[in-house]
């Protein structure tokens, strides 16, 4: 899903950034501190998701949210709770009053629907991708998959007795492995929940024995979804 920061603070910017590219299931296409500039490209430019600081130069994000006629899903942001009322009469996702944290970044991300148009095939699932190992291409199929780990640019993929290393990044694979059951428990991590055996704590373990962390910004997420 790509979403727009409309955001004039630079250190709430960089706060937002950083958040999505830790979550890595959103794709960033411009951060504007001008609202009228984010109109212009909104003429432009579908966006499906808009995170839009309510406190904004020239017209305030409220007044800018009442002039889109085709209006994407949108979290609010602010230091002020006294528009949250408003917000939710004009239908918002969720309000996140500043300063928070990635934890409650997550529980607002994760309210966002993600809607399949009517009467529209759905798009084919990809089953397997090809890694570049030295001359040759292997072929991993994503059912096989225990788990992915991050390393630097790099990341390792878990399968039954074996681990490959593929020159594409982590986020690249959260991308090819959407429409799977994988989930982020980690920064680092990302795990194929039909391999999970239990979770104790902060430890997640799978049925070959693997034990894996929980990441607290990860947990809540991740407890509402599969521990329901």
Not at 104 to 120: C, D, I, T
Not at 178 to 205: A, C, M, P, Q
Not at 211 to 227: C, E, H, I, N, S
Request: hydrophobic share 40%; glycine share 4%.
């Amino acid at each position: 899903m790509n979403c727009l920061i409309i955001e004039d603070q630079p250190p709430a910017q960089r706060i937002l950034r950083k958040y999505i590219e830790d979550l890595g299931t959103l794709q960033l296409l411009e951060v504007f501190g001008d609202p009228l500039k984010a109109m212009a490209f909104l003429d432009e430019q579908s966006v499906e998701l808009i995170f839009l600081d309510i406190n904004l130069p020239k017209l305030s994000g409220i007044a800018f949210l009442k002039t889109l006629k085709n209006k994407p899903q949108v979290i609010l942001t602010t230091a002020y709770s006294d528009y949250a009322l408003e917000g939710y009469e004009l239908d918002v996702v969720d309000y996140l009053l500043k300063p928070f944290s990635f934890e409650r970044f997550l529980k607002a991300v994760s309210k966002v629907r993600r809607p399949q148009a009517e009467n529209s095939p759905a798009a084919p699932v990809r089953k397997e991708h090809f890694i570049k190992i030295g001359y040759e291409h292997i072929r991993i199929a994503f059912e096989d998959i225990l788990y992915l780990a991050a390393d630097g640019d790099y990341c390792e993929i878990y399968l039954e007795g074996k681990k490959h290393l593929s020159s594409e990044s982590l986020k690249r694979w959260i991308e090819l492995l959407e429409g799977w059951d994988f989930f982020r428990i980690h920064k680092s991590y990302l795990v194929n929940s039909h391999r999970i055996e239990k979770v104790s704590g902060n430890t997640l373990y799978l049925r070959d024995g693997t034990q894996l962390p929980l990441g607290r910004a990860y947990k809540d997420d991740f407890m509402a979804k599969y521990l329901k």
